[in-house]
């Protein structure tokens, strides 16, 4: 795969797929290529690297983890089903709020109808700009407003108008304030674009907030509901990892229920602990990558490793998803859920990325990669240590829905139950 990778432009993703995404994304760095990519890249890859970032994104997981917890504690008294991937949606979105543009969202408790209006609009023109893929009308039905695309049209003057109003408040706060004070990633692109406010105006900006926020918070959630359905899948597992987060996490036992004092305790200390944890989590993205399918556009005429021609401009599709099933990678059971795979004396191993692609590899990295991760295992671990999962219906295998990314069809729908601690 590397092979591959060396052969297509680095930042290219080409006219085609630019002129499908660019109504919600804009020039933002999924959509655009050459300096814009460059320049966004370059300013993602400072931010994420910095010791603030970590630390004001972790109070964040830890925050929204309790008040997931709180809901699902609600919900396993009442012996009530709840429908984990809108919990972990919600979650996530609250979570890249704050950490993205300090504000709170707040859809967890569905305080803020506009907020719940927002989300619902930015999960739908998703799935609408998805469909461009196989609709060979799109445009026609774009240039006359009517079907999807008059939907589409709608979801996103909501989307402007919610992601402007909130660039402009963020504006009249950090007005007067000390800006090295400022934490959330928004506020940092606003202190960059002071450099050059031709090209970092609030289109721009809403462009970046919208990449960044497909970027953290489906890929997240998706991946976070996935995982779930194969600890229900596999109890043995599920009690594993149980076991792995009470052994490597030092509280006050006798507090058993306070999930608030539980998540204060998953510094990162803790969580480097958690090998087996990793490592089911990664097993989950390798069976069920956050996005399934990507692409790359030829740079220049080449030939691929299999005799195949090349010709500059044309498309490349790699399926993640196909990859993370082969036999010739992972072995003859590569279809089985087993997270053992990827520790050697009990110690997590990571793979090479041209492998193991679910972060994409090259130039394009995922740089939010240990920030995804920081996530989900402060989620997982804090549900994990407090609940028992099983499927309402354990007949049923779930599905998938065709979006950018591994959307489960139809939700997935649990039991909750208090764990012995």
Excluded at 237 to 246: G, R, Y
Aim: contains cysteine; glycine residues 4%.
């Amino acid at each position: 795969m590397d092979t591959v990778f060396s052969m297509f432009d680095a930042d290219t993703q080409g006219t085609y797929n630019y002129s499908i995404m660019k109504d919600l994304f804009g020039e933002g760095i999924f959509a655009t290529d050459g300096d814009k990519w460059r320049h966004q890249r370059k300013l993602a890859s400072h931010e994420f690297s910095t010791k603030v970032l970590r630390e004001f994104s972790s109070v964040a997981f830890r925050i929204n983890a309790t008040k997931l917890a709180d809901i699902i504690s609600s919900a396993a008294t009442n012996g009530t089903v709840i429908n984990m991937q809108d919990l972990l949606m919600k979650t996530t979105m609250d979570s890249i709020f704050k950490v993205g543009f300090g504000f709170e969202l707040n859809t967890l408790s569905g305080s803020d109808k506009s907020s719940i209006q927002f989300s619902n609009a930015f999960d739908e023109a998703n799935s609408l700009v998805y469909h461009r893929y196989v609709d060979l009308f799109w445009q026609l039905k774009r240039y006359f407003n009517i079907g999807s695309e008059a939907k589409l049209k709608r979801n996103i003057q909501i989307i402007d108008d919610f992601v402007m109003k909130l660039i402009h408040q963020k504006r009249e706060q950090m007005n007067g304030q000390d800006n090295r004070a400022r934490e959330d990633i928004l506020s940092r692109f606003i202190i960059q674009s002071k450099k050059d406010p031709q090209t970092m105006n609030d289109r721009y900006l809403r462009d970046i907030v919208l990449n960044f926020l497909i970027a953290g918070k489906d890929t997240t959630a998706n991946t976070l509901t996935w995982f779930f359905y194969m600890l229900c899948k596999n109890p043995i597992v599920q009690d594993k990892v149980a076991l792995e987060i009470k052994e490597s996490v030092e509280w006050d036992k006798e507090d058993n229920n306070n999930t608030e004092h539980f998540t204060e305790k998953l510094n990162e200390s803790a969580i480097e602990k958690m090998h087996y944890l990793h490592a089911a989590i990664s097993e989950t993205l390798r069976l069920y990558p956050a996005v399934p399918v990507d692409s790359k556009m030829a740079d220049e005429d080449d030939v691929l490793p299999n005799g195949y021609r090349v010709i500059k401009g044309d498309g490349l599709n790699y399926m993640i998803y196909a990859m993370g099933r082969m036999t010739y990678l992972w072995g003859e059971d590569a279809e089985d859920f087993r997270p053992e795979r990827w520790l050697v004396n009990g110690i997590f191993q990571q793979e090479s990325p041209y492998k193991f692609v679910s972060f994409n590899a090259g130039p394009r990295i995922c740089l939010g990669k240990e920030f995804a991760y920081r996530q989900m295992k402060i989620t997982a671990a804090t549900l994990i240590h407090f609940f028992r999962f099983k499927q309402a219906d354990e007949s049923k295998d779930a599905t998938y829905k065709t979006m950018f990314t591994l959307h489960m069809d139809k939700g997935l729908h649990l039991y909750a139950y208090p764990r012995s601690i």
